[in-house]
């Protein structure tokens, strides 16, 4: 990732973690449960990214005497305990906000300051989308074009959870708890997410689909004389590892299967820069010996 594109996924962090504190504080101080839940929300927003960015960064560290697999791993721990915590305070807001419906709630009102922080929260979320469009169709990013539906998303959230707001406060009380059952759904949504992306990282999960039709075409392209016999992948962390076994005539010198080999790898490690274990082999066969 380009430093332009790091500099703007660290300002949008920045950005989620001011509108955490301050929609946390707004809703305790403001009595709106929906604007909790909306904190919570941002909360796990950064979270999930810093864990993103240290796995980045672990990974980099590469294997040392007790680790010789490297770190990926350990991305994917922090991941499973982050998404069981979201888990459960998703889960514990939303119940909290069916009985207060159940129960009419206590009569509270949000407050201005509620209303405010919700209104910021939009307009800051908004602003931050435009900026990472930019830079996504700048860059060519995948993950800011996918942070871009993400914070689109948010808005939606934080719309809903101003309407909340606004409608308790012209006597419709349950409309702030109903609003924070919303975005508690979402919550519970962005911790079952994150749990199965660790699972599936942990189990040695096989690659997305088009990232293993790219591979197979980059492999084909760069060895158009040789039998692709067997190929896997795994997803470890944040890191992708490939096994490559091709079948190639007895023509060749072992020389010249070496040189194929060194370039394939090396084709492959520069068109997939999350691609840190890979293992190209190719088995010589004479297929005139081996006819029945």
């Avoid at 001011?18 to 909790?36: D, P, Y």
């Avoid at 864990?51 to 922090?78: T, W």
Wanted: net charge negative.
């Amino acid at each position: 990732m380009k430093k332009q594109t790091l500099r703007t996924a660290a300002a949008n962090v920045a950005v989620n973690l001011g509108l955490t504190v301050l929609k946390l504080l707004a809703g305790f101080l403001g009595n709106s449960s929906s604007l909790i839940s909306d904190g919570v929300h941002s909360g796990a927003d950064v979270l999930s990214s810093v864990i993103a960015m240290l796995g980045v960064r672990l990974s980099q560290n590469g294997p040392d005497e007790k680790h010789q697999y490297g770190h990926e791993s350990f991305e994917c721990i922090a991941s499973m305990f982050l998404s069981i915590i979201l888990l459960c305070a998703g889960i514990a807001i939303g119940y909290n906000a069916v009985l207060d419906i159940i129960s009419g709630g206590d009569g509270s009102t949000p407050s201005l300051l509620a209303l405010i922080a919700a209104i910021i929260s939009i307009i800051a979320k908004t602003v931050m989308c435009y900026i990472l469009h930019r830079a996504a169709k700048k860059s060519g990013s995948l993950a800011l074009k996918a942070e871009v539906w993400h914070l689109r998303t948010d808005v939606l959230a934080s719309s809903g959870c101003l309407l909340g707001i606004i409608g308790a406060r012209f006597g419709l009380y349950f409309l702030d708890p109903a609003a924070a059952i919303i975005v508690s759904l979402l919550v519970i949504r962005v911790g079952f997410s994150i749990m199965r992306d660790s699972i599936n990282k942990i189990t040695d999960h096989s690659c997305d689909a088009d990232i293993i039709t790219s591979m197979e075409q980059v492999i084909r392209s760069a060895s158009d004389d040789m039998e692709l016999v067997e190929f896997k992948t795994r997803i470890s962390g944040s890191a992708i590892c490939a096994d490559v076994v091709l079948c190639t005539d007895g023509k060749r010198t072992i020389g010249e299967t070496d040189i194929a080999r060194e370039q394939l790898y090396t084709l492959l490690k520069e068109s997939f820069s999350e691609l840190t274990c890979c293992t190209v082999c190719i088995v010589p066969i004479d297929k005139d010996s081996n006819r029945d």
